[in-house]
């Protein structure tokens, strides 16, 4: 049975997301238990050429390719050319996260490695990356001797697991299954959706303009100048009662040793003491002494009077579209640009090693709790 490891060192951008346009792979790493192949693909301005498909010939032809995250990994190859649809895989990631009962979320290659007393990751390299070095940067000697340890330990992991997995029969088959499930996602990430940006600005704007709506009605409640709709401490005080402090800028005034006064400003506040309107739920205590949590289960599980429930219904209500507006009709688009995805596409994460019940959870954004009203942003490419 032919089996390599494989792992790949990317640039960082977006701790090297492989669908922000400007990460490239530097260097791709395969070892089979003896040998390691180190392939220069964008370390440097030398053209690659060959390697790419030597890269591939030695995927398409192994029995077993280990990962640790091979989404991560499978993605940068798919960039290049380098297809996973029909390999077979083994990644040690996802199986030490269902070997240790699913309580460790995203475990690492070190923690991973160390759980098997096989050893860790050389640390050298992280300085690098720490003075903001890009990978491509850092000597090539140095990074070639990372990506080989990494490669070592996955190898290695991937030998104990077999050895544990074992032992544990009633585990094999969700391991099998999921690596399974993992090629499938990764194609899922690859693919993203795509997204009306055009549709998500006019949205945008009208949920900016039931905002402000709402804004003036609290305000008429409460024409407090700089209260923050937004803030649990201020809506902690006006609900049940508190020492409200708004911020403000404060004069300030000193005398130099040659006499001159010297007139300035510093952030201050104002205070203004709130009566309650409504008794806080038991066990709704914040941290900080004398609040009360404000968040939407909270506040619908309050007995108000007929004026505070008025008051809570326009929060609410704004809570849910601020919400929209910044999660979705705003918040995507920004995501869209912070990641420098292309092609009006949407690449959100799809996580095996999250969730301790073992359901798939998506972030990044969470692409399985899209507000109904925003689905209609998220368009087909057929």
């Known amino acids: 049975m032919k089996i390599l490891s494989c792992d ?35 370390y440097d301005d030398t053209p690659y050429g060959y390697e790419v498909e030597e890269i591939r010939k030695k995927l398409d032809e192994a029995d077993l390719v280990l990962f640790f995250n091979m989404k991560f990994d499978g993605n940068h190859l798919r960039k290049y050319g380098i297809n996973y649809y029909d390999w077979k895989i083994h990644d040690c990631q996802l199986a030490h996260f269902i070997l240790g009962n699913q309580t460790q979320p995203y475990p690492s290659l070190d923690e991973t490695a160390s759980h098997y007393g096989l050893g860790t990751k050389l640390d050298t390299i992280k300085s690098y990356w720490g003075a903001g070095l890009q990978t491509n940067e850092i000597p090539l000697d140095e990074l070639t001797d990372y990506l080989q340890q990494d490669l070592k330990l996955t190898y290695e992991v991937y030998l104990k697991q077999i050895e544990e997995i074992a032992t544990k029969p009633h585990l094999a088959k969700l391991i099998n299954v999921s690596m399974v499930d993992t090629l499938v996602l990764a194609d899922m990430e690859w693919n993203g959706l795509k997204y009306d940006f055009t549709l998500s600005k006019s949205k945008a704007e009208g949920l900016q303009e039931q905002i402000s709506e709402i804004d003036s009605l609290l305000w008429g409640m409460y024409p407090i100048s700089g209260l923050n709709w937004n803030s649990n401490d201020h809506l902690s005080c006006i609900l049940y009662g508190g020492l409200l402090k708004i911020p403000c800028r404060e004069a300030t005034e000193r005398t130099l ?19 309650r309107l409504v008794e806080p739920l038991r066990g709704s205590e914040c941290a900080k002494e004398g609040f009360w949590k404000t968040n939407v289960d909270t506040l619908s599980n309050l007995k108000p009077n007929a004026y505070t429930k008025k008051l809570i219904g326009l929060i609410l209500e704004r809570g849910v579209l601020e ?23 949407i690449h959100g994460r799809l996580n095996q090693v999250v969730a301790r019940t073992g359901r798939l959870s998506s972030s990044e954004p969470n692409m399985q709790n899209i507000s109904g009203t925003m689905l209609d942003c998220f368009i087909t490419r057929f």
């Open 8 to 42: 790949v060192e990317t640039t960082t951008f977006s701790k090297g997301n492989p669908f922000d346009s400007r990460n490239k792979m530097c260097l791709v790493g395969l070892y089979d238990g003896t040998e390691y192949s180190i392939y220069n693909i964008e």
């Open 323 to 345: 919400k929209e507006l910044n999660t979705y009709a705003l918040g995507l688009p920004k995501l869209y640009e912070e990641y420098h995805y292309a092609d009006n596409i």
């Open 257 to 275: 040793k040659d006499g001159t006064i010297k007139h300035g400003e510093r952030d201050g506040y104002t205070s203004r003491q709130m009566v």
